[in-house]
């Protein structure tokens, strides 16, 4: 298969199940809600060291927020359920509660799978929080020293999928970014996506373990490294002389594979060779993200392996 | 079964009949011949409601009211769930101790409206009497959930113990929240005196004039950002006029009543200019 000259390969990403939340910050404007979001959303990369994988999903209007201001929501994705209200109280705790005019709000409102997050937040309050019963959810109110903070009790909890991913093999570096920042910009502000990694793209994609360190649990990916495409066993091919990589992580298989499908159109553009994926050769993620299926329309999940309702 | 059932006054009533037996959970269990067979009590007399009202419908749990109703007590009682629409105004305790459901009144309520509700909603497009969404006599709280609203004013001690719920009127009478425990009331008019009385931890909004009693002390003036959400949420669901100047507008906070633990708050509306 070729988009515009560029060649899909016949391979697939593989992906694998997480939990995450969608979290609504609202704010004066968009800046504090923006400043807020980027905060809780820094470092959070890659579960490999941040421990959780988030970024901002997209801006909201006033009249998509609970309390019509400005707002962001903001998707963040753990391994497990066990962490994954940890990461999110201390996230929040320390780059929503502490900004300046802002509130925070569960978006994910339908999902029964709920973690208690305003609840434990409210004890910062020393006693003189108080709650609010509103729409048969309870809102604790925290005394702050700006005025008064806002935070819903518990928020949803999605079975997500993290690692959705594709590989641009490109002529060039400036070629390999122009492509991946015309994916980026397609895939923005897409329902349900994240792209969680600097400016949604990865120029050091991993591979499981590492050759000679035996307690590294990921190193580089020597295949598709240019660098050492003589002395290694190298997946670039000839003429490619940069590789950057997009990954995704979504509430549900659906949403990545509308997310990458749009993202490599984009991608397909001159000086880009081909577009591939990363897998572990299916043993691995129960999510199978078919590249060319994916860009002949097919978006529904085939794998059925674990695949979130 | 139909869609719903309309309960159509045959006569107009000339003395007060206890109709606590129509609520719409109840009758949705029941077909035409077996509701006509229901009790209202004239005082001690008990009155088969098919000789007060004719019956069009059964085994539905939307419930239409029609007549003259002003003197017709007590409906909407411990109901749980279904629709209940008066045409017309309707006597005191309506759907007192309900827990979910919704009732919406064309006219007026008598008082107790909403008395001790646990649940569901109330919509009143008049007026409504003394101690709406407040307690029953003698009972320690008031209504412990749900949403009363009323368009036009309320009596006296509305919102008396209120334990948890939210009760909105354009204006209300002497006593408004007396011995609030926690919940909400907001009033987009003139507030009766006495308001909050032994508060304790209960929200009363002045969107309108207020004399703040002496038990209050001045706090602060801010944005409650749970009074945008609550506002806003009023507005969707029951289409109040909730003007935005309210929803993302200062208040003064004082906390009260300072003779009891004094984490009520009366939120007062500052028009900006």
């Not at chain 1, 929080?129 to 925290?142: A, E, H, N, P, T």
């Not at chain 2, 945008?228 to 009543?257: C, E, I, N, Q, T």
């Amino acid at each position: 298969m070729e988009i515009r000259g560029v060649q899909i390969d016949d391979t697939f990403a593989e992906a694998f199940g997480m939990r995450g939340v969608r979290i609504i910050i609202t704010a004066k404007n968009q800046k504090w809600a923006r400043e807020s979001a980027s905060k809780l959303t820094g470092f959070a990369t890659s579960v490999i060291a941040c421990k959780c994988e988030a970024a901002i999903e997209r801006e909201l209007p006033p009249s998509e927020t609970p309390d019509g201001r400005p707002g962001i929501s903001v998707l963040l994705f753990t391994m497990d359920s066990d962490s994954l209200p940890k990461r999110v109280i201390e996230r929040i705790g320390q780059t929503v509660l502490t900004c300046p005019t802002t509130a925070c709000f569960d978006g994910l409102p339908d999902f029964p799978d709920r973690i208690a997050i305003g609840k434990p937040l409210r004890t910062f309050g020393d006693g003189f929080q108080g709650s609010k019963m509103i729409d048969g959810q309870r809102y604790w109110r925290l005394p702050v020293m700006e005025g008064e903070f806002l935070i819903q009790e518990t928020f949803g909890k999605a079975k997500g999928v993290g690692g959705g991913n594709f590989l641009i093999l490109a002529e060039s570096a400036d070629a390999a970014l122009d492509a991946a920042e015309a994916a980026v910009d397609a895939m923005a502000g897409m329902p349900g996506v994240i792209l969680p990694f600097p400016g949604g793209i990865v120029r050091s994609g991993s591979k499981v373990g590492a050759k000679r360190y035996k307690t590294m649990i990921a190193s580089t990916n020597d295949a598709f490294a240019p660098t050492l495409r003589a002395i290694t066993k190298t997946e670039v091919p000839d003429g490619v002389n940069s590789v950057l990589e997009i990954v995704l992580d979504g509430l549900d298989f659906r949403s990545i594979a509308r997310a990458m499908q749009a993202g490599i159109d984009a991608a397909c553009r001159a000086g880009v060779h081909s577009i591939t994926a990363g897998n572990y050769g299916g043993k691995l993620g129960p999510f199978h993200f078919h590249l060319r299926k994916i860009m002949s329309g097919d978006v529904e999940d085939a794998t059925k392996v674990d695949a979130p309702k | 079964m139909s869609d719903r059932i309309t309960l159509t006054l045959r006569a107009p009533l000339t003395h007060p009949l206890d109709a606590d037996a129509i609520a719409p959970d109840r009758l949705a269990a029941l077909d035409a011949h077996e509701i006509s067979t229901l009790r209202l009590w004239d005082g001690r007399n008990a009155v088969a409601l098919g000789d007060v009202f004719t019956v069009i419908g059964d085994r539905s749990s939307n419930v239409q009211l029609e007549g003259d109703l002003a003197r017709l007590h007590g409906v909407g009682t411990l109901m749980s769930a279904g629709t209940l629409e008066i045409s017309g105004s309707i006597g005191h305790s309506l759907g007192v101790r309900m827990r979910g459901g919704a009732i919406s009144v064309s006219g007026s309520a008598g008082d107790d409206a909403g008395a001790a509700m646990a649940g569901g909603s109330i919509a009143v497009a008049g007026n409504a009497g003394d101690r709406a969404g407040g307690a029953l006599q003698g009972a320690s709280k008031g209504m412990t959930g749900g949403e009363i609203v009323v368009r036009g004013g309320v009596g006296r001690e509305a919102g008396a113990r209120m334990r948890r719920g939210i009760l909105y009127c354009a204006s209300s009478g002497v006593g408004t929240g007396i011995g609030m425990i926690a919940g909400n009331i907001i009033v987009s008019g003139a507030i009766g005196d006495s308001v909050g009385a032994g508060n304790k931890r209960g929200t009363i909004v002045a969107l309108g004039p207020v004399r703040v009693p002496r038990a209050y002390a001045y706090a602060c003036t801010y944005r409650p950002p749970h009074l945008s959400l609550m506002l806003l949420s009023l507005r969707a669901r029951f289409g109040l006029p909730v003007d935005d100047a309210h929803v993302h507008g200062l208040f003064k906070r004082y906390s009260g009543d300072l003779a009891e633990i004094g984490k009520g708050e009366i939120l007062e509306w500052q028009a900006t200019h």
